[in-house]
């Protein structure tokens, strides 16, 4: 039903439009009148009616100024009928160039009345098409968007648009909730029952949750696997409601609401968005320790068969160091065969101990490498790696990888390399250039890429993008009279604010002020 507002000094006016037609019928409602310009504008400041009838002379404010002021100041999208007398007709006309949708001459006929709402309703209708479409095409760009960060494979240009949705929020926590694989009630649903499953939990999570954007549907970090994602901060809790409350209350009114099993897996509280990779990818962490267990372990410490030996693991290690791709493959193959023989703790105790020597190899073999950097980077190794096939193949995905970084930065085989991505990244800026991408491109591992980047000049490589980035927007400032969102297009830039805000950042002001300084 669109809403109405009657605009009109003369009572008897807005009487007889009210009872002229069936104005339901038509799909329209009165929700209000008003008896001059000033008292329509405040209606329509505070409410949203999509077709104002407003007459042309009343007190106060006119209707074409009350028009005009709506259309400059763009308050409304509401659509505007003029009413006029016969002798306002010329200055009715001028209506049309503040966007009217139409005007009626007084005395106005029920005919007439009717083919301006048909008009009306034609006009609105493709309106709220469009915005429709609007809304499912941001949708989707959110979706993309926030995957990005859950993976931790975001630029800063890409968290600025995830919090355009989600706000500047602390104390975030990554929460999955994922049809149970291993449930014998599970196992009986088919694929399409599945993903029927998937969006009945996904649409009672946003209900539970309250906020559409706070929950992400499939998001599938670790392959073909069935999950909701929810983005918990500390804002969703009520008063005096502990974080363990809110959690397993909505999990009880999961249980009570559907009739599949699913896990709840919550990931560690983190600052802020910039970092909810790091509570991913807890979650992913205990997917992957997880899923070598055996349902039927006695949840003892003891090896059910037979144990993982010390010296196994500082033997997989030394491969790792030598770079023995081979070796590597066929020990991981015996290390999962020896997890699925274990209980889960000892193979979280296992996975642990390896990060920990992985990362410290790193800094022995370059002292001038942060410790927390390496560790990073196997996160977001390990990130790609447990969304592949066998647990054997993940294992050994990370673990070969490393091996080459660790084996370029013994070596030090950086050549003239860096010299080329300098200058790759000097002709492609705008695109979506990214370490990875340019570690294949150059048969260098990326993050020893991004080590090398970090020695020559002194910021990552982000930065660097970024630093070059804004010199070519100086240039387009200072040489061509493009708009400031048609700059940060050019530099590669999507969100215009980002690019402005980036720009104050590296130059003390707007784009706009620097092209003025510059022109004078």
């Not at 509401?78 to 009715?92: E, N, Q, S």
């Not at 994922?178 to 088919?190: F, G, H, I, P, Y």
């Not at 000892?346 to 800094?363: C, K, Q, T």
């Not at 970090?454 to 100086?474: P, Q, V």
Request: aromatic share 10%; charged share 30%.
């Amino acid at each position: 039903m669109f809403k109405v507002l009657l605009v009109d000094d003369e009572p008897f006016i807005i009487q007889g439009l009210s009872m002229l037609i069936d104005w339901k019928k038509e799909g329209f409602e009165i929700v209000a009148t008003a008896s001059n310009g000033e008292e329509a504008l405040d209606y329509i400041k505070s409410e949203t009616p999509d077709i104002v009838f407003a007459d042309i002379k009343m007190p106060n404010m006119t209707g074409i100024d009350l028009l005009k002021k709506v259309y400059e100041d763009k308050i409304s999208n509401a659509k505007f009928v003029i009413l006029t007398g016969f002798d306002d007709f010329d200055y009715a006309r001028s209506a049309l160039k503040y966007k009217a949708l139409d005007y009626l001459l007084k005395p106005i006929g029920k005919e007439e009345l009717l083919n301006v709402l048909q008009k009306a309703r034609n006009e609105l209708n493709v309106g709220m098409k469009a915005k429709e479409n609007e809304v499912v095409r941001q949708r989707e760009e959110y979706s993309r968007r926030i995957i990005s960060v859950l993976r931790g494979k975001a630029d800063s240009e890409t968290v600025a648009f995830v919090k355009k949705y989600l706000g500047d929020i602390k104390g975030v926590r990554y929460i999955s909730f994922e049809l149970d694989e291993t449930s014998e009630k599970n196992a009986t649903l088919s694929d399409e029952e599945k993903r029927l499953s998937l969006k009945a939990l996904y649409t009672r999570l946003v209900s539970l949750v309250g906020a559409d954007f706070r929950v992400i549907y499939d998001v599938s970090l670790r392959g073909k696997n069935y999950d909701v994602g929810v983005i918990f901060s500390e804002d969703l809790l009520k008063d005096k409601e502990t974080e363990n409350e809110y959690i397993e209350s909505i999990k009880d009114k999961l249980t009570d609401s559907f009739d599949f099993d699913i896990n709840v897996i919550v990931g560690s509280k983190v600052s802020s968005i910039e970092k909810l990779s790091d509570s991913c990818m807890g979650v992913l962490v205990a997917n992957f320790v997880t899923g070598f267990q055996n349902n039927k372990g006695n949840g003892k410490w003891e090896v059910k068969e037979k144990g993982v030996d010390k010296a196994f693991i500082d033997e997989l290690l030394h491969f790792v160091y030598t770079n023995d791709s081979e070796a590597i493959k066929e020990n991981t193959k015996k290390l999962v065969s020896l997890f699925k023989a274990s209980d889960s703790r000892l193979v979280g105790m296992v996975i642990n101990y390896m990060m920990f020597e992985l990362s410290h190899m790193v800094v022995k073999t370059d002292e001038s490498i942060d410790q927390s950097e390496t560790l990073e980077y196997l996160s977001k190794n390990a990130f790609e790696g447990v969304e592949m096939g066998s647990k054997d193949e993940n294992l050994s995905l990370l673990l070969l990888d490393f091996a080459d970084y660790i084996y370029q930065l013994r070596t030090n085989q950086s050549g003239g390399v860096i010299k080329q991505v300098e200058e790759d990244i000097r002709v492609n800026y705008k695109d979506n250039i990214t370490l990875k991408e340019l570690g294949k491109k150059y048969f260098i591992n990326s993050a020893y890429l991004g080590q090398l980047f970090k020695n020559k000049y002194g910021i990552s490589f982000k930065d660097y993008l970024h630093k070059i980035r804004i010199e070519k927007a100086e240039e387009l400032l200072i040489n061509t009279d493009l708009k400031t969102y048609e700059v940060a297009e050019a530099v590669g830039y999507k969100d215009v604010d980002y690019f402005i805000n980036r720009f104050i950042e590296d130059k003390g002001c707007t784009p706009t002020k620097f092209r003025k300084q510059i022109k004078g």
